[in-house]
């Protein structure tokens, strides 16, 4: 069971369960399906600019992301916020590279 307090979620977020037939990298209109991972990866909303615009930029949705690709982005996110800058999508791309596998999971891949 989540539990909003720990991982930040705001109570005016409406969490549902998916049906059999849903998939994560097919969200319902105004819906976003995240996982649990992707909360204990460090994943917070609402969802950092940085990151949005690395996924608008990768054509994937956050669900796709694996643990390693939430965990390595988000800190990073968090590591050039602390130094008074912000990632983009070519700073990440300095670093590693972003890749998918056959079920389009997306991993992150150091340099």
Same mark, same amino acid.
């Given at each position: 069971?989540?539990?909003?307090?720990?991982?930040?979620? %705001?109570?005016d977020?409406?969490? =549902?369960?998916?049906k059999?037939?849903? !998939?994560? &990298? #097919? %969200?319902?209109p105004?819906y976003? =399906?995240?996982?649990?991972?992707s909360? !204990?990866a &460090? #994943?917070?909303f609402?969802?950092?600019?940085?990151l949005v615009e690395?996924?608008k !930029?990768? &054509?994937?949705c956050l669900?796709?992301?694996?643990y390693?690709a939430m965990?390595?982005t988000?800190?990073?996110?968090?590591?050039?916020?602390d130094?008074?800058a912000?990632?983009?999508?070519?700073?990440?791309?300095?670093?590693g590279?972003l890749?998918?596998?056959m079920q389009?999971?997306?991993t992150f891949r150091c340099?």
């Open positions: 069971m989540i539990h909003y307090k720990n991982f930040h979620i %705001p109570n977020v409406v969490t =549902t369960v998916p059999r037939s849903d !998939r994560d &990298g #097919l %969200p319902l105004r976003l =399906t995240i996982s649990e991972t909360l !204990r &460090g #994943l917070r609402p969802p950092p600019a940085e690395i996924l !930029r990768c &054509g994937v669900s796709q992301f694996s390693r965990s390595v988000v800190g990073v996110i968090a590591l050039f916020r130094r008074g912000v990632l983009t999508p070519e700073h990440l791309s300095r670093m590279r890749t998918s596998d389009g999971r997306v340099k």
